[in-house]
C-alpha cells in the first residue's frame, strides 16, 4: 500500500510517500513560507522524483488537528482535493499522535506539544511499547500549569516534542526533575510521521471518502471565542 502523506498543520510543512511502512521519500520546509504556496510544490516534486503518479496512492493521510486552524485547513482541503477526483480514501491523523512517532524506540514518556497561545498547550501523552506508539492520554487544549501537574504524577524522564516542546521546557526546568528536548531533527512536525501513524492505526481498514475527512481543532477560533465572549456578555 502506497500512502502520500501531508503536514501542514505548525510552521513547518511537509510531504511523505510510504509503501506497506518503509519511508520512499520526504520534503521537509520549515521556513515560515505560507503552506498555500508551498504544499503543492513539495507533493508535486516527491512524486516526480519517486516516479510515482497521483493514480498509484492507495490512501492519502493527513494531520487534521490539532494545530493552526489556517495550517490544518490547508493540509486537509489539498488532500480532499487530491483524493476526490481519484475515488481515493483517506485518513486524518491526530498532529500529537503522528509526533509521537519521531520518537519511536525510546524508553521516556512522550509528551507531544503544540503552543496553543495563551500559556496553553495542545498536548498528549504516549510512550513505545514493543516497537509501537501506544497513546496514555487523548488530545487535549490545557494550561502549562494543568500539564505541569499531570507530568507530576509520572514517575520517569519525559520527553518534550513538538513547536510547544522548547516552550513547556523552558517553563518546566527546576520545576520538574527529569525532563528534556527532543533533538531538533525528530522535535517538529514530520510528514513521514503522519505516514508511520497511518500505517501503524491500520491504513487498509480505516480510510474514509475525501467528503468524509474531517478536521480536529480541539477548541474554538480566536474569532469565534472571541465573539462567542461578546454575545455572552451582551446577554448580561
Not at 9 to 16: I, P, R
Not at 143 to 170: E, H, I, K, P, Q
Amino acid at each position: 500500500m502506497k500512502i502520500l502523506a501531508v503536514e501542514s498543520s505548525a510552521l513547518a510543512a511537509g510531504a511523505a510517500l510510504s509503501e506497506d511502512g518503509k519511508l520512499l521519500g520526504e520534503v521537509y520546509l520549515n521556513v515560515g513560507l505560507t503552506h498555500s504556496c508551498t504544499l503543492m510544490p513539495m507533493i508535486e516534486s516527491l512524486l516526480r522524483f519517486a516516479d510515482v503518479s497521483a493514480r498509484d496512492i492507495d490512501l492519502f493521510a493527513v494531520s487534521n488537528g490539532p494545530g493552526s486552524f489556517t495550517g490544518v485547513r490547508i493540509g486537509v482541503s489539498t488532500v480532499k482535493g487530491m483524493a476526490q477526483p481519484l475515488g481515493k480514501p483517506c485518513i486524518g491523523v491526530s498532529t500529537l499522535y503522528a509526533m509521537a512517532h519521531n520518537m519511536l524506540g525510546t524508553d521516556d514518556l512522550i509528551c507531544c506539544a503544540m503552543d496553543a497561545r495563551c500559556r496553553q498547550v495542545y498536548t498528549a501523552l504516549f510512550e513505545c511499547a514493543d516497537g509501537r506508539i501506544v497513546r496514555l492520554t487523548d488530545d487535549d487544549a490545557v494550561s502549562l500549569d494543568d500539564l505541569c501537574r499531570t507530568l507530576r504524577t509520572y514517575d520517569r524522564r519525559v520527553v518534550f516534542v513538538g513547536d510547544g516542546a522548547a516552550l513547556c521546557y523552558n517553563t518546566f526546568r527546576g520545576v520538574l526533575p527529569n525532563i528534556t528536548l527532543a533533538p531538533e531533527t525528530l522535535r517538529f512536525q514530520r510528514a513521514s510521521s503522519v505516514a508511520a501513524a497511518a500505517w501503524a492505526a491500520g491504513a487498509e481498514q480505516v480510510g474514509v471518502s475525501a467528503d468524509e475527512l474531517s478536521v480536529s481543532y480541539l477548541r474554538l477560533s480566536q474569532a469565534e471565542r472571541e465573539r462567542k465572549q461578546k454575545m455572552e456578555g451582551q446577554k448580561e
